[in-house]
Structure formats: structure tokens, C-alpha cells
């Protein structure tokens, strides 16, 4: 089965499984298992940050840096489709009593004045103890409601800017950071380098198992560490996953850009099929969105995977194919030739 469902379902490499059974553990509760240290002291240096706390899931990961950066009753700006507030399963109100508040947004970006606007500004008529508590700006990069696209890192860099100077703290929910390092030719650090917080997942275009972090300063990542604790995020000997995690950053970070040139090649073929349209200039990284007319989307799905693809019904028209280590562009092939066959 070639499995474009999502870059999650990657299972661990040979070398990788090896890495897993040779690795040392401790009680990570304890933080004295030494591959998560390893993990967290290796994340944070690519990362430019002070510190990480490894977790175990991306949802975790940014829940954690909401809680950390706010209280009850705060507002988050993200952009519409924002993953922490449609993926998460209501948690920022759940977990931290905060809302979310929508920005507009192109294709998941946003400008500075965006920000400027949303953050209400104090009147001389009206004391602060009125004035709408927006707290913390958070951003995504690649978005993965729009589409994997990543963001122009000046315009990135400008927004977290623009949030310091009206006295937001920020978060980058950089769950696939690695791939919009990779696609725009910057270094992670360089991208994350203006927020103050930043979450990473290792079980996505890396291929480990399990796993994120969230990284910033030693503060920050001190208080992340208790509502980790908080939400049910300590686990013991977690050393085991943290090895698969060190081995993707290792050996997995800079062929990413193969699942992007396999992602444009999925989206060139696909748009060559009568009965697809296909924007193949929005396919930027590992995600090719694309609309079936000729035949229902759902029932395009299930003929696709008779025949050995499974791909995602997105709702209406809508498909997604999701690039990542188990494909390889031979994969891409035969799924253009069974999308053609659905078709024919
Ligand atoms: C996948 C994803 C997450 C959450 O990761 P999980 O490990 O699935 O909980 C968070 N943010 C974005 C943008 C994602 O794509």
C-alpha cells in the first residue's frame, strides 16, 4: 500500500529501530533519562533556543506553550484554520480558558498590520481593566490547513516583531518547520529565531515515532515542564522514542526536500489527468491538495486504494496526498498511473 494519507504514518527505518533498542534510559519524570536530554539539549540548538521539552504529540506540545504563556481568559491571535484552534480538540479553552481569535489570513500568512489591528489600543476613555486581554500571537509554519505552505521568513519575522513591540508574547507551531527550513533555504534557527516559544514534531517529515518539543528560553521551558507534568505529558522511560527522534533529526532532516520534489511531481501528473484540477504552483513542500470533478471524491478514494493508494477525502471535491520517507517517486508513478486508471 503507498500511504499519501499523511506524513504520520511513517514507520521507523531499519537504522532507526536499531538506534531505539540501543538507546539508554532513565525516568524522563525525573529528567534523568539521558537520550531525552540528548534530544532536548540537540533540539534546542538547532532550534536557537535556550532549552526544550520533548512531549509526546504536536497537540501537546503547543497546548503546553498556550498554557505557559497565558492565563484564563487571555486571547490568542492565529490565523483562520490555525491547527491549535481546529485540529485540537477545543484545548486551548479546555486546558488553558483562553479563546482564539482569528486574523486574516492568505493561505495561512498574515501581515504585521494585521497584528497592530487586532490588539485593541487603550483610549483615554476607558480603563485597562476593560480592554480585551490579547496575550499571544501564534503563528504556523508550513500551515497545514492551507496547504503546506510555508512562510516568505522576512514577512515571518515581521509579524513576531510587530507582536513584541505591542507586548505579545509569541508561539511558532513549527510542526513542520523542518520542511519550510527546507523549502524556503533557511536554517530553523533563523525561523524561529523572533518568538518566543517554538513547537516541532519529530513523528512527521522526520519518520520517528512519536514525538515533538517545545523550545525556548530556560524560563519558558521550565514552566512548560509543569504543565507537561499537568496534562499527563510525563513519561518514563522515554528515552526509547527520544532515540528514533535524535536519529530523524540526524539522518532524515535534509532529505526532505526528495518528499518535495515527489510532491511536485504528484501534482504535475496529477494535473495532467482529465477529470483533476490541481493548482500546482500552491505545492510547496509535501502537500498536494486537489479537486476530482469528474466522479465523487469518496468514491474516487476507495477505487484509488483498490488499486494500492490511499490518499484523504479533504470534503467536497477535495483530496490530500501527503508526501513523506515511505514514498519514493516510483510510489508517485503508480499512483498517477492507478489515478489514471480510476479515471479512464
Ligand atoms: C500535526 C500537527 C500538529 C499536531 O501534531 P500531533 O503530533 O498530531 O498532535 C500541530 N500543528 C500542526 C501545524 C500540525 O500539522
Request: with cysteine.
Amino acid at each position: 500500500m503507498i500511504d499519501l494519507r499523511s506524513d504520520t504514518v511513517t514507520k521507523p527505518t531499519v537504522a532507526m529501530r536499531r538506534a531505539i533498542a540501543d538507546a539508554e534510559v532513565g525516568d524522563d519524570v525525573y529528567h534523568d533519562d539521558p537520550t531525552v536530554i540528548a534530544l532536548e539539549e540537540k533540539t534546542a540548538a538547532l532550534l536557537g533556543k535556550e532549552d526544550a521539552v520533548y512531549v509526546p504529540s504536536g497537540t501537546l506540545a503547543n497546548q503546553i506553550a498556550l498554557r505557559t504563556h497565558t492565563e484564563p481568559g487571555d486571547v490568542v491571535l492565529a490565523a483562520q484554520k490555525a491547527h491549535i484552534a481546529t485540529f485540537e480538540m477545543g484545548a486551548p479553552a479546555a486546558l488553558s480558558g483562553v479563546t482564539v481569535s482569528s486574523l486574516p489570513t492568505v493561505a495561512g500568512t498574515f501581515a504585521a498590520d494585521d497584528v497592530r489591528a487586532a490588539v485593541p489600543k487603550l483610549h483615554a476613555s476607558m480603563p485597562s481593566s476593560v480592554i480585551q486581554p490579547v496575550r499571544l500571537l501564534a503563528a504556523e509554519n508550513t500551515h497545514n490547513g492551507y496547504g503546506g505552505r510555508f512562510w516568505p521568513p522576512e514577512q515571518l519575522k515581521a509579524v513576531a516583531v510587530a507582536a513584541r513591540e505591542e507586548g505579545l508574547a509569541t508561539h511558532l507551531d513549527g510542526a513542520r518547520l523542518w520542511n519550510a527550513a527546507i523549502a524556503s533555504g533557511t536554517e530553523p534557527g533563523d525561523l524561529a529565531a523572533d518568538f518566543d516559544s517554538v513547537s516541532v514534531c519529530f513523528s512527521k517529515g522526520l519518520g520517528a515515532p512519536v514525538g515533538s518539543a517545545v523550545a525556548g528560553s530556560a524560563e519558558l521551558v521550565t514552566r512548560a515542564r509543569r504543565f507537561k507534568q499537568m496534562f499527563g505529558g510525563g513519561f518514563r522511560q522515554a528515552g526509547l522514542l527520544a532515540a528514533g527522534a535524535i536519529h530523524g533529526l540526524e539522518h532524515h532532516r535534509q532529505r526532505i526536500v526528495e518528499d518535495h520534489d515527489n510532491a511536485a511531481r504528484l501534482a504535475a501528473g496529477l494535473a495532467e489527468i482529465p477529470g483533476i484540477e490541481v493548482d500546482v504552483a500552491t505545492v510547496e513542500t509535501n502537500m498536494v491538495y486537489f479537486d476530482v470533478t469528474a466522479m465523487a471524491a469518496p468514491e474516487f478514494c476507495d477505487e484509488l486504494f483498490d488499486l494500492g493508494a490511499a490518499v484523504l477525502h479533504a470534503g467536497g471535491s477535495s483530496i490530500r496526498a501527503v508526501t513523506h520517507l515511505d514514498v519514493s517517486t516510483d510510489d508517485i508513478d503508480a499512483t498517477l498511473t492507478a489515478a489514471r486508471e480510476v479515471l479512464g
